[in-house]
Protein backbone atom coordinates (compact mmCIF):
# COMPACT_ATOMS: atom_id res chain seq x y z
CA UNK A 1 0.00 0.00 0.00
CA UNK A 2 1.16 3.89 -0.64
CA UNK A 3 1.01 5.44 2.42
CA UNK A 4 3.31 8.53 4.21
CA UNK A 5 6.20 8.27 6.41
CA UNK A 6 5.10 7.32 10.22
CA UNK A 7 6.67 10.59 10.95
CA UNK A 8 4.27 12.91 8.91
CA UNK A 9 1.27 11.14 10.93
CA UNK A 10 0.06 12.59 14.20
CA UNK A 11 -0.42 10.91 17.52
CA UNK A 12 -2.77 7.86 17.44
CA UNK A 13 -3.49 8.92 13.50
CA UNK A 14 -3.72 5.80 11.29
CA UNK A 15 -3.52 5.24 7.43
CA UNK A 16 -7.11 3.89 6.04
CA UNK A 17 -6.40 4.06 2.21
CA UNK A 18 -3.01 4.84 0.15
CA UNK A 19 -3.31 5.11 -3.30
CA UNK A 20 -1.30 6.19 -6.39
CA UNK A 21 -3.23 7.20 -9.47
CA UNK A 22 -4.50 4.16 -11.58
CA UNK A 23 -2.44 2.11 -13.56
CA UNK A 24 -3.64 3.28 -17.18
CA UNK A 25 -1.54 6.48 -16.54
CA UNK A 26 1.27 3.95 -17.64
CA UNK A 27 -0.01 2.35 -20.52
CA UNK A 28 0.81 5.26 -22.61
CA UNK A 29 4.94 5.39 -21.49
CA UNK A 30 4.83 1.34 -21.70
CA UNK A 31 3.64 1.60 -25.26
CA UNK A 32 6.62 4.10 -25.97
CA UNK A 33 9.06 2.26 -24.71
CA UNK A 34 8.43 -1.17 -26.52
CA UNK A 35 8.11 0.76 -29.77
CA UNK A 36 11.36 3.24 -29.36
CA UNK A 37 13.13 0.78 -28.09
CA UNK A 38 13.36 -1.63 -30.71
CA UNK A 39 13.23 1.51 -33.51
CA UNK A 40 15.93 3.09 -31.94
CA UNK A 41 17.86 -0.51 -32.45
CA UNK A 42 17.00 -1.02 -35.66
CA UNK A 43 17.67 2.39 -36.90
CA UNK A 44 21.09 2.23 -35.41
CA UNK A 45 21.83 -1.44 -36.99
CA UNK A 46 20.84 -0.18 -40.63
CA UNK A 47 23.04 2.88 -40.66
CA UNK A 48 25.24 2.71 -43.64
CA UNK A 49 28.97 1.83 -43.70
CA UNK A 50 31.60 4.64 -43.74
CA UNK A 51 33.07 7.76 -41.47
CA UNK A 52 30.03 8.98 -40.43
CA UNK A 53 28.66 5.90 -38.76
CA UNK A 54 29.51 5.81 -35.55
CA UNK A 55 27.91 9.49 -35.00
CA UNK A 56 24.55 8.76 -36.97
CA UNK A 57 24.45 5.40 -34.39
CA UNK A 58 25.48 7.63 -31.37
CA UNK A 59 22.61 10.10 -32.52
CA UNK A 60 19.77 7.77 -33.13
CA UNK A 61 20.61 5.82 -29.90
CA UNK A 62 20.53 10.12 -28.01
CA UNK A 63 17.51 10.47 -29.63
CA UNK A 64 15.99 7.52 -28.61
CA UNK A 65 17.03 7.45 -25.08
CA UNK A 66 15.55 11.36 -25.20
CA UNK A 67 12.21 10.35 -26.09
CA UNK A 68 11.79 7.44 -24.03
CA UNK A 69 13.18 9.38 -21.22
CA UNK A 70 10.63 12.75 -21.47
CA UNK A 71 7.69 10.09 -22.89
CA UNK A 72 8.11 7.02 -20.93
CA UNK A 73 10.90 7.76 -17.66
CA UNK A 74 9.36 10.79 -16.75
CA UNK A 75 5.61 10.06 -16.53
CA UNK A 76 6.32 6.94 -14.81
CA UNK A 77 7.84 8.67 -12.05
CA UNK A 78 5.26 11.06 -11.90
CA UNK A 79 2.73 8.17 -11.04
CA UNK A 80 5.43 6.77 -8.94
CA UNK A 81 5.60 10.09 -6.14
CA UNK A 82 2.10 10.61 -6.58
CA UNK A 83 -0.10 9.50 -3.68
CA UNK A 84 -3.21 9.50 -1.98
CA UNK A 85 -3.25 8.91 1.95
CA UNK A 86 -7.06 8.70 3.65
CA UNK A 87 -5.79 8.83 7.37
CA UNK A 88 -8.53 8.46 10.41
CA UNK A 89 -8.06 12.42 10.59
CA UNK A 90 -7.45 13.99 7.12
CA UNK A 91 -7.10 13.60 3.09
CA UNK A 92 -3.35 13.77 2.16
CA UNK A 93 -1.79 14.51 -1.34
CA UNK A 94 1.61 14.65 -2.59
CA UNK A 95 2.99 15.04 -5.57
CA UNK A 96 6.33 15.72 -7.43
CA UNK A 97 9.42 14.45 -8.55
CA UNK A 98 12.15 17.82 -8.18
CA UNK A 99 9.49 19.85 -6.98
CA UNK A 100 7.05 18.49 -4.33
CA UNK A 101 3.69 19.57 -3.12
CA UNK A 102 0.88 18.49 -0.99
CA UNK A 103 -1.99 19.10 0.62
CA UNK A 104 -3.72 18.13 3.87
CA UNK A 105 -7.75 18.32 3.91
CA UNK A 106 -8.58 17.41 7.83
CA UNK A 107 -11.56 15.13 7.69
CA UNK A 108 -14.00 17.47 9.71
CA UNK A 109 -13.93 20.04 7.19
CA UNK A 110 -15.29 17.69 4.31
CA UNK A 111 -18.94 19.05 3.08
CA UNK A 112 -19.45 16.67 0.06
CA UNK A 113 -17.17 13.31 -1.72
CA UNK A 114 -18.47 13.38 -5.28
CA UNK A 115 -16.88 11.10 -8.23
CA UNK A 116 -17.38 11.08 -11.42
CA UNK A 117 -16.31 8.57 -14.52
CA UNK A 118 -14.84 10.67 -17.43
CA UNK A 119 -15.56 7.82 -20.08
CA UNK A 120 -16.49 4.60 -20.17
CA UNK A 121 -13.02 3.15 -20.33
CA UNK A 122 -12.88 4.76 -16.68
CA UNK A 123 -15.98 3.53 -15.71
CA UNK A 124 -15.18 0.33 -17.10
CA UNK A 125 -11.32 0.38 -15.14
CA UNK A 126 -13.36 1.50 -12.22
CA UNK A 127 -11.51 4.81 -12.05
CA UNK A 128 -12.08 8.53 -12.24
CA UNK A 129 -12.30 11.63 -10.59
CA UNK A 130 -12.69 12.16 -6.65
CA UNK A 131 -14.05 15.74 -6.11
CA UNK A 132 -13.84 16.64 -1.93
CA UNK A 133 -15.55 19.77 -1.02
CA UNK A 134 -14.43 21.26 1.89
CA UNK A 135 -15.45 24.29 4.06
CA UNK A 136 -12.09 25.82 3.97
CA UNK A 137 -10.89 28.46 2.30
CA UNK A 138 -9.24 26.41 -0.50
CA UNK A 139 -12.57 24.62 -1.08
CA UNK A 140 -12.13 22.04 -3.53
CA UNK A 141 -9.72 19.19 -3.47
CA UNK A 142 -9.82 17.06 -7.17
CA UNK A 143 -7.61 14.03 -7.28
CA UNK A 144 -7.73 12.36 -10.75
CA UNK A 145 -7.51 8.78 -12.09
CA UNK A 146 -8.28 7.15 -8.42
CA UNK A 147 -8.42 3.54 -8.82
CA UNK A 148 -11.51 2.55 -7.42
CA UNK A 149 -12.81 5.88 -7.03
CA UNK A 150 -16.81 4.73 -6.15
CA UNK A 151 -15.21 2.72 -3.29
CA UNK A 152 -12.70 5.38 -1.88
CA UNK A 153 -15.87 7.96 -2.54
CA UNK A 154 -18.06 5.84 0.03
CA UNK A 155 -14.49 4.82 2.65
CA UNK A 156 -13.85 8.97 2.67
CA UNK A 157 -17.34 9.42 3.41
CA UNK A 158 -17.30 6.87 6.04
CA UNK A 159 -13.99 8.34 7.77
CA UNK A 160 -15.86 11.49 7.57
CA UNK A 161 -18.67 10.81 9.61
CA UNK A 162 -16.46 8.65 11.74
CA UNK A 163 -14.27 11.34 12.31
CA UNK A 164 -17.43 13.63 13.46
CA UNK A 165 -18.96 11.31 15.81
CA UNK A 166 -15.60 10.54 17.62
CA UNK A 167 -15.05 14.69 18.20
CA UNK A 168 -18.57 14.74 19.74
CA UNK A 169 -16.84 12.09 22.18
CA UNK A 170 -14.62 14.48 22.90
CA UNK A 171 -14.65 17.10 26.10
CA UNK A 172 -15.64 20.55 25.02
CA UNK A 173 -12.36 22.77 23.64
CA UNK A 174 -10.21 19.60 23.32
CA UNK A 175 -10.87 18.82 19.13
CA UNK A 176 -7.49 17.24 18.99
CA UNK A 177 -6.21 19.09 15.31
CA UNK A 178 -5.55 22.23 17.54
CA UNK A 179 -2.12 22.58 18.27
CA UNK A 180 -2.13 26.12 19.52
CA UNK A 181 -3.87 25.22 22.93
CA UNK A 182 -7.11 26.85 22.58
Known amino acids: MTGIPQRL ?10 LRPHWKELVRPALVLLIVSPATTYVATVVPEGAAQKWLRLAAVVVGGLVVARWAV ?40 SFEHGSVLERLLGCGTLVVESAGERGQLVLRDVPRVEEVQRDVYRLAEQDEERRRREPDGDHGDDDRGW
Not at 84 to 108: E, Q
Open 9 to 18: LGEDEHVELG
Open 74 to 113: WPFLQWLTTSYVVTDRRLITRVGIVARHGRDMPLSRINDV
